[in-house]
């Protein structure tokens, strides 16, 4: 038997599953796919719905858009660790996916709390622009490192 065979796996990479689980189970729990409805903006809120059901959606809108700014800061600061090396393309794509996400996200809220008019497939290609880039930084940091 191998080493590697033998060691049992770390907490830390348990603990990191399960909150990841519970992230996309908080997720799907307030999608409007998972509970049939039709007529709804992001995370549940009715068009015609009640002021708390959009007070909801309106902070997690906010909550998310808290973490994408989070992670956006992380990426520029990686990136000017890297200077001008190999990996640092990825890192730049990685950046730009999330300012993608970013514009999406708060389209998304303005149209929510109804600050903006918008059609849904405006947000739904920024949305798809930032899963191509964060795709083409994930491959140029692969094809780097192997």
Known sequence: ???NELRTPSKTGAGIR??????FC??????????????VDSYGAAVGGSDDSRFLAALLDLLLL?????????????KSFLRDGELSSGWSLFSLSFVLLFAAQILS??????LLELSSSIISVLRL????????GIYFM???LS
Do not use: Y
Not at 66 to 78: D, E, M, Q, T
């Open 1 to 3: 038997m191998r080493l």
């Open 18 to 23: 399960l909150t990841l689980l519970a992230g």
């Open 26 to 39: 908080l997720i799907l729990l307030f999608t409007p796919a998972a509970w049939g409805q039709s007529d």
């Open 66 to 78: 808290a973490g994408i700014l989070a992670c956006f800061v992380i990426s520029v600061k990686v």
């Open 109 to 114: 809220f303005f149209t929510d709390v109804r």
């Open 129 to 136: 622009l930032f899963v191509i880039s964060l795709a083409w």
């Open 142 to 144: 692969k094809r780097v």
